[in-house]
């Protein structure tokens, strides 16, 4: 069993998301208004600077406080996506907050019903449930494996290749949906945040187990 180090995962996704900013506002400016990674990028700063609240919280109520904080800070579909994808992860989460990793696939699953109940996404539109999917598919591929390293090593090579894939796809959800076959070609903002944030909440869970 294991406890989530929550303050040590928010301050990795906000690195991460800062350093990677400018790159996600470019992407978001080929597919709409050019503001993803700067908006996800502010929301996750309030959430650090709210991280001694949220640290002592049982998980499910540090989820749905994240969620609340996400969708107010960032705003747009963004924000209402990933709210959704967050508050669903809190309905699964254990009350004494400890997780292994079949906990974490109902999880995270549970996270993306309810997303995608919210947006009304469907996977293969250009979202971030093009990546988060996969991952979870290949979560539940793995959740018998002992060690966290190769386990993370499977789930970010499945993100990889799923953002990739949302360059070969034409959007269809949101405002890019308007753009139809103009939008194959780019990488879905979104999907690559997601990428992203998994990759961020590995390396910070990773490192805790190897101490
Ligand atoms: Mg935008």
């Known amino acids: 069993m294991y406890r989530l180090p929550l303050v040590a995962i928010l301050d990795r996704v906000e ?6 900013r400018v790159e996600l506002d470019g992407l978001d ?9 700067t908006n996800l990028a502010r929301a996750i ?13 049982p998980l499910d109520e540090a989820l749905r406080e994240i969620a609340r904080l996400l969708r107010e800070e960032m705003g747009g579909d963004g924000g209402r996506i990933y ?15 400890e997780l292994d990793l079949p906990v974490a696939v109902r999880m995270l699953e549970a996270g993306i019903a309810a997303a995608r109940q919210e947006g009304g996404l469907e996977i293969g539109r250009k ?17 018998g494996e002992e060690d ?12 990889g290749h799923a953002l990739h894939h949302t360059r070969d796809v034409p959007a269809g959800w949101g405002a890019a949906a308007a753009l139809g076959e103009t939008s ?13 944030v998994v990759g961020a909440i590995i390396d910070a869970i990773v490192e805790q187990e190897r101490r």
């Open 15 to 20: 690195a991460t998301l800062e350093e990677r």
């Open 127 to 143: 979202t971030l449930l093009d990546v988060l999917q996969p991952v979870a598919d290949a979560l539940r591929r793995h959740q």
């Open 184 to 196: 194959i070609g780019h990488i879905d903002p979104g999907a690559c945040s997601a990428a992203l």
């Open 83 to 97: 709210a959704a994808l967050l508050a669903g992860m809190a309905e699964a989460a254990p009350a004494d907050g």
């Open 45 to 57: 700063a309030r959430l650090r600077r709210e991280h001694g609240e949220l640290a002592v919280m």
């Open 148 to 159: 966290p390293e190769a386990v993370g090593a499977f789930l970010v090579a499945a993100a």
């Open 29 to 37: 400016a080929a597919l709409g208004d050019g503001d993803h990674g």
